[in-house]
């Protein structure tokens, strides 16, 4: 890959797509299916999943019900200081979210992805509001 960062961000953009689009399906794409894994730290009280069975699960639900979040629906986010970590197969992304109609407390975010037969699947997520809030 000639420029990692940038493929990166296109990733990092089509996996948050799904979520804007409310498209669970495609969603899965982006996760190991097969193999039940994904832990994932969210910045929202009573959101933290250490299987994927169970974070999709609370994905359904708040697509279909919305919750208690900024605006109560899915956010477009507006990502800054995007950085990547990687190595063959796998990569490390780090970069401050900002809920579009809501950028303060941004949320501070670390991805760790690794590819799985020639495809790139989100293992880790940590999400924390920033410290200061």
């Known amino acids: 890959m000639d420029n990692i960062k940038e493929y990166f ?3 990092l ?4 797509q799904t979520w804007v689009n409310k498209d669970i399906e495609k969603l ?4 190991d299916v097969d193999n039940n894994r994904l832990i994932y730290y969210d910045n929202h009280k009573n959101n933290d999943t250490y299987t ?17 979040t900024e605006s109560g ?3 477009e986010l507006l990502i800054e200081d995007f950085n990547v970590f990687s190595k063959k197969d796998v990569a490390c992304l780090c970069f401050i979210a900002k809920y579009k109609s809501c950028p ?3 949320v501070r975010t670390t991805m760790y992805i690794e590819k799985i ?3 790139w699947k989100v293992l880790h997520v940590h999400c924390s509001f920033e410290p200061e809030r």
């Open 73 to 75: 629906q899915v956010e």
């Open 52 to 68: 994927l069975d169970k974070h999709l699960a609370l994905v359904s639900n708040f697509l279909l019900n919305g919750k208690e």
């Open 9 to 11: 961000l296109n990733y």
């Open 117 to 119: 037969e020639d495809e």
């Open 28 to 31: 899965k794409q982006y996760y």
């Open 13 to 16: 953009n089509g996996y948050n």
């Open 104 to 106: 303060r407390p941004y």
